[in-house]
Every structure is written in structure tokens, then in C-alpha cells.
């Protein structure tokens, strides 16, 4: 029966809920985060004739742009090629765009989604962070053909160029997947009251993502920033800047088991750990200091 | 577990003994001196500058929606809270469920809740009735199979046949009301939480509804109701919690606190309108009406009464009567029951009309009482004396286009 159950107690406070709490609570409440997932993938590509398909077509498009500007009209020096003597611009801005992509799709999406979810939320109690939860997972889960994608056109130049394009390191893909769903997340809960309240934080957000690609050694690579801007180089600092941005450190590491076939080194790992969850608890505890109160129009 | 029930065991059987005193009723939940307050801010869109650069042109105002409400509602029973639109009814309700947080105060609820704030609002359109019965399920935290035994009870009261495995945006607004409501009272609530969700949908919608409550109350589930239809909140309700600007204005047994709301309702309409009534020395001194339980306004479809006073200064030889019923929207004459009462009229009395059955519609009007000398053609207007009034539906029903007109039927 019911009334074996405490009571549950409203008070000022209880829209604030402590780590351990908040965390409790999304588990309680793991049925309807499965469900809202289940609901944003079947209902995204819905009424398009390819479905999923569609998934792959951003990124694909994105490649070949950036492979025809970079790699063939401007060619970008990429610094050292891979020491198992591979030379190939979209291989290697392929390793680095899909973990771009898994941090602007998980970053955006938790900011989105909060705001997305007052209307609801007047109606209906749930944790202010079940939804953003959801799209995380859900971005996530439609990421994975891009991923299928990758593995396909390294395959294809294994078998086109003779050289050994696969190899263990690639392993590194999945703790490196996590870790960018964890720091992009923390990033979107940092900004998700403060969207709801000002949109002007999305349209900053977005600016900065633009910055951010373009920051980051995407198209272009750290080795040859390092030399060009390393010791006795025009502005050290901003090699600081880039080479400890975590973006920076992600992408470099997915190059490294992927483009590269090494093991990126332990600092990098430690280093993405901590700022990953360090980010996320950051952005979770602010988060939830004001989501009750952004949830209730304030 | 073994507690609560081996208490309850012990406590049935108990005979009427006065040293015993009775076991205290559950409380279900208990709303201790809550209040909320939000933060009205102008204009939104300078916010963020304002913010940034810390030049607070349009300080937030605050408006308090719920002040100092206190109710204690019992496991099994009924409360129903009334009061105008904006009196801070939906707030209270949503502070019940945790949607809003009490600024002030605290709610203890004991059980687990099913809000129904507006059915089918958790609803995703693009997945079929039968999945978002599963999903409204995974929201209330009622596991896979439960919902697996009662999907089939679910689909057989919202009536919607094979709609129930389309997609949600192929429906109607009722129908997704119905099945809104359907997963609701199945989904097996300690207490739900209802906000005008009687008054939607068709009649039979609303019948079945009722019904439903009515059952689920038998069960043991506690019950607080939001409704317009203050017939129906007098026969469901034990208690009506009456809300005036935020405020607990009364709260108790319902037929009381429902007479006092009505009252206070039509004295809000009196106090609005002073100059319809005719200049002084008017000879007919007072004009009101009242329905037969003694409220002062008029319903549909029942019997009014009319109560005037007169002072005259010279008797009128041949008196009658008319009353009129003035639309005030399309200023048409509605009503006219003209009262043939030929009689010698003098100094002071007091004048009663019955009329058995008020068929027009509901709405505000302007009574008139005219008392006239003589009739026909030769009558001559001696007084008169105008009163705004207003007419409601009879809320039983809660149908505002349907008179009940009345007859003798012969079928031969």
C-alpha cells in the first residue's frame, strides 16, 4: 500500500535537488527517458522517404566539401603524415569531424531540448533533466551510422591503397565517444536555464561553435600549428590556447587511434576525464540549482 | 508493510468505545500555509541586457498567485476548489504535484499522484494511443506490465475504437481527451488531481467521467477537483476549498460554502452597475430576484422569483404588472411575463411573482418591473424600476444551449 511510503514533501527548496537526488530521481524516471528516446528516433526522419539515410548526409556532405576546399583547392599541409605512411585529407579530417559533430549535436541539444520542455512541464511533473537526457541519448544512437560510415571508408582505403588503415587503437572510439557526450552535455546544461530565460544564449552559442570548429585542428593540423606557432613562434600563448582547448585534446586523440594507429597518451586521457566530468558536474549542479525555477517561468 | 496493516486490523473491529478515541482519519494531503509568488518581469526581451549590463529599467513585479492556503484533504474523500478565473485555483493544484514549488509553506502528500492538468497533455502526437499508454505509464512510473494488465480496460473506456492504434495526431480534440482520461483513472492513483477535465469533451464524455471519479473515490482514491459546475461540486465534493485572489476564503462543508460563494458572486455583479436602476422617489423602492434555494440570481430552466417593494404617494385605482427580461448583449427583449393583477394599490407594500419556469437562456440581464394604470390602450405607466440581473446555466446539466422547456405529453 501507499502509506507505507513516506510522505513526499514540498517546501520551498524541493525544486532543488541535491547530486545524489537528481541523480536518484533520473533513474526513478529511466521508463520515460526510454521512451522519449524511442519517440525522437522514430519521429525525426519520419515523414522523409529515406529515413536514417538522412543522418548520413550532413556528414557526407560536410566531408566532401571540405575535402574538395581544403585538401584539394587550398591543400592544407597536415603536418607528418600517419607513420603507417597513409596520406589522405578526408581520411584525416574525417577522424576529427565525427567527434566534432558529437560535440555540437550533444552541446546543443541539452541546451534545446530544456527549453523545449516547459510548455510540457506545466502540465506534467518530470525531472527538468529527463529530456535533455533523452536527445543526448537519442543524438547519440543516430550518430552511430557516421561511426559505421568512418569504419567503411577507412576499410575501402585499406583495400585501395594496400596500407593498413585499421588496426586495435581504434578501440579508443568508444571511451573517446563518451567522454564528448559527457563534456557536450555538461557544456548544454551550463547554458540550458540560461537559454530558457534569454534566447540571445543560443544565438551566442551558435557564433561560438563556428569559432570553435574553426579553432580546433580540424581541417587543419596541431603539428603543423605547433611549428608555425610553437617556441620562438609569432604568439606562444595561442598554441597554449589551442592545444589545452579539451576539443583540441578529443579530437587529436581520435586522430591518433584512428588516423594514426598509436595510443593517445595517458595525460590526454587524464586530462579528458577530468575536465569531461568535471564539466558535466559543473554544468548538472548549476543546472539543477535553476531549472525548478526556470521550469516555472522564472 | 506489517505496521500499517496489522494497525488497520486492529483498528476495524474496535466497538463504539467513548475511552477509545477514534482513530484519526488519514490525511492524504496537507497544504500548510502556502503561498507562491511569481516574478512578473515587463519585458522579456530587454532582459538579457538588462542583465548584462545591470541597468534594471523594468524591476520585476511581484503578483502572488496562492497566499496562506491551508487545507487538510483525508485519503478517500473529495475536495473541490472553486473561485473566479485567476483566483490562483491551478496554481494551488500545480504546487499539489510539485510543478511549482511553495515559495512560502509546505504540501505533504502521501501516495503517489496522477495530475491531470489537461488530458493528453504528456501525449506525443506521432506515436499511436496504445504506445503513449505505455509512455503516460513510464511518466507516473507504473512498470511495463502493469500497464500490460489494464491497456485493454484503457481502450474500452475511452471508446475510440480502432483509433486507439493510429497515431494521436489523427485525433479528435475528444478523443484525445477520453483517452487521456482513460489512462488516468486506470493508471490506479492514490490521488489525482483534476483540473477542469469534467468540462470538456460531449455529455456522455462527462457523465462517464463523473462516474468514474465517483468510483475511483469508493476505492479509496483522494480527489481534489477543479470545476466551473458548482451543482456538481456540491454533490461530488466533502469539502470545497473557495479561493479569492489567491486567498482561502472559506473552506468546509460544500452546500455552505457554496452559498456563500454564489452570493458573493452576484453582489459582485450589483456592485458594478448602480446606474441602471431609475432616479430616486422611484415608487417601486426595491427589485431583486432569487432562485428557490435563495440565491440571488436566476438559472435556467427552474423557477424565479421576483421580490419588488412599492411606496406610493397617490394609489393607483387599477395596478398591473409586466416584467421584462433585457438582454444585455443584444439588448433584446427576451422574457416579458405580463401579471394581470387589477387591483387597488396604496401606501406600502411588497409585491412576489412566481414564475414556474424560466425559459431563457443564460447570460446578464436588466429586469424591469413596470407597474402601470389600467391596460391596453388606455394604460397609463405609473412606475418603474430596472436591475441588472444574471441567469445561469442550471450547472447540473452545464449546458448552455439547452432549455429545459416543460409539457404534458399525450400520446394517443
Known sequence: MATENPPIIFTPASQQRGLAESFREIWDYRGYISYLTKKDLRTNYLKTYLGWIWSLAEPLVTLAIYSLVFGYIMVVERGGDSPTGLNNFPAFLFAALVFWSFFRQSSTSVMNSFSGSLNLRKKLYFPPAAPPIAKVLSKSFELLPEVAMLMVFYLILWGTTGIRTVGPTWIVLLPLMLLTMIFGSGVGFLMAVPNARYGDVGMLFQLALRLGFYITPIIWSLSDFERRFGEGGERPWLLDVVRWSPLTQIVEASRDGIYRLQWPSATTWIYLVVVSFGTFLWGWTRFHRAAGKAAEGQ | ?412
Not at chain 2, 475504437?161 to 495526431?169: K, R, T
Not at chain 2, 428557490?292 to 404588472?321: K, M
Not at chain 2, 439588448?331 to 387597488?344: I, M, P, Y
Not at chain 2, 412576489?352 to 424591469?368: M, S, T
Open chain 2, 1 to 412: 508493510m506489517s505496521t500499517t496493516d496489522q494497525a488497520a486490523e486492529q483498528e476495524l473491529p474496535l466497538p463504539e468505545d467513548p475511552k477509545v478515541p477514534k482513530p484519526k482519519p488519514e490525511i492524504a494531503i496537507r497544504v500548510s500555509d502556502v503561498s507562491k509568488k511569481f516574478e512578473i518581469r515587463a519585458d522579456s526581451s530587454t532582459g538579457l541586457r538588462s542583465a548584462l549590463t545591470g541597468f534594471h529599467r523594468a524591476k520585476p513585479k511581484d503578483f502572488w498567485a496562492v497566499k496562506g492556503v491551508s487545507v487538510d484533504v483525508e485519503r478517500g474523500s473529495m475536495l473541490g476548489i472553486i473561485g473566479r478565473n485567476g483566483s490562483g485555483k491551478s496554481t494551488l493544484l500545480r504546487t499539489m504535484c510539485g510543478i511549482y514549488s511553495p515559495t512560502e509553506g509546505q504540501v505533504e502528500v502521501r501516495g503517489r499522484i496522477t495530475a491531470l492538468l489537461e488530458l493528453g497533455a504528456g501525449f506525443v502526437p506521432q506515436l499511436t494511443g496504445r504506445e503513449n499508454v505505455y509512455m503516460n505509464g513510464a511518466v507516473m512510473g507504473i512498470p511495463r506490465d502493469r500497464v500490460d494488465d489494464i491497456i485493454a480496460d484503457v481502450a474500452r473506456l475511452a471508446d475510440i475504437g480502432e483509433f486507439f492504434d493510429n497515431p494521436v495526431d489523427t485525433y479528435s480534440s475528444g478523443m484525445k481527451a477520453r483517452l487521456g482520461f482513460a489512462v488516468s483513472v486506470h493508471l490506479d492513483p492514490d490521488i489525482l488531481l483534476a483540473d477542469e477535465i469534467i468540462s470538456v469533451g460531449d455529455v456522455s464524455f462527462s457523465k462517464n467521467g463523473i462516474n468514474h471519479m465517483t468510483k475511483m473515490r469508493h476505492r479509496g482514491v483522494t480527489i481534489v477537483l477543479v470545476a466551473h459546475g458548482l451543482g456538481l461540486m456540491q454533490r461530488l465534493c466533502d469539502q470545497i476549498l473557495w479561493l479569492h485572489q489567491g486567498e482561502a476564503q472559506m473552506v468546509g462543508e460544500p452546500r455552505e460554502v457554496i452559498r456563500e460563494y454564489r452570493d458573493f458572486m452576484t453582489m459582485g455583479d450589483e456592485v458594478l452597475v448602480t446606474d441602471e436602476d431609475v432616479v430616486d422617489n422611484n415608487p417601486i423602492t426595491h427589485l431583486d430576484i432569487s432562485s428557490d434555494d435563495g440565491i440571488a440570481a436566476g438559472y435556467t430552466g427552474t423557477p424565479l422569483n421576483v421580490h419588488a417593494a412599492y411606496d406610493l404617494v397617490e394609489p393607483i385605482e387599477d395596478a398591473h404588472f409586466a416584467i421584462r427580461f433585457r438582454a444585455q448583449e443584444t439588448n433584446v427583449f427576451l422574457g416579458s411575463a405580463a401579471v394581470e393583477a387589477n387591483q387597488r394599490l396604496e401606501g406600502r407594500g411588497t409585491i412576489d411573482i412566481r414564475i414556474p419556469i424560466l425559459a431563457i437562456p443564460p447570460g446578464q440581464y436588466a429586469i424591469e418591473l413596470e407597474i402601470t394604470d389600467g391596460a391596453g390602450s388606455d394604460a397609463r405607466s405609473v412606475a418603474s424600476r430596472r436591475s441588472r440581473v444574471p441567469i445561469h446555466p442550471l450547472e447540473e446539466v452545464q449546458l448552455n444551449d439547452f432549455i429545459e422547456l416543460g409539457g404534458d405529453w399525450r400520446i394517443n
